[in-house]
């Protein structure tokens, strides 16, 4: 009599779970925008070392996007081309005055680029001319015996401007600016500045 073949257990099943998978698209998306972070990095660090070419890169990297920023940021009815090309002009500046000093504060580990780094110093010169144009139109009525200098229509105008100003920033755009922006003296006292629609009187490959 043939004795009977032992029956083998079948093993449990051990497919992995969906959350333990990789999921390739987006680690390649990662690994592209950190790439980017680096050579930005790279590009911000030769900047501060004074290579001409670098500056160079930069401005042809960054400046055309930084432009449609701040066209954005001024709304229709304020993005004059001139204005637009004035506004980029300080933006640069700020970046090549006081030996850098403002570009030496990039961190790509906050996982922004360079072109970030630079819209929001763009929104912070919007939000300066802003502030500009609220002084030069109370100094106007008051030479014209308009209203006396305490304005609230222009106070509660500004206020709605600065609070749309800093509803745009993101949550790292946000920091960055409390860090660093918000009591940045650039504001148009001191110093040379650009004439409307010019480069900076310094430019980027010449700091």
Not at 29 to 49: E, I, T
Not at 193 to 202: D, K, L, M, W, Y
């Amino acid at each position: 009599m043939q004795a009977p073949e032992p029956q083998l257990e079948t093993p449990p099943c051990t497919d992995p779970k969906p959350a333990e998978v990789e999921n390739p698209h987006r680690a390649g998306a990662n690994g592209a925008k950190h790439d980017l972070l680096v050579a930005d990095s790279r590009l911000a660090k030769r900047c501060l070392a004074g290579e001409p070419a670098a500056w160079e890169e930069f401005y042809a990297q960054c400046h055309r996007p930084l432009l449609v920023s701040i066209k954005v940021m001024l709304g229709p009815d304020h993005a004059d081309p001139n204005l637009v090309d004035e506004i980029a002009a300080r933006v640069w500046y700020d970046l090549i005055e006081n030996d850098g000093k403002l570009l030496a504060r990039y961190d790509p580990r906050r996982g922004a680029r360079l072109i970030t780094f630079l819209r929001t110093v763009a929104k912070s010169e919007v939000r300066r001319h802003f502030r500009r144009q609220c002084r030069r139109r109370r100094r106007e009525r008051i030479a014209l015996g308009g209203r006396p200098p305490h304005q609230p229509a222009d106070d509660a105008q500004m206020t709605a401007t600065m609070g749309e100003f800093v509803q745009t920033l993101t949550a790292g755009e946000r920091e960055f600016y409390e860090d660093h922006l918000a009591g940045h003296p650039a504001s148009g006292g001191g110093g040379p500045r650009t004439t409307v629609g010019q480069r900076p009187a310094t430019h980027p490959s010449h700091p």
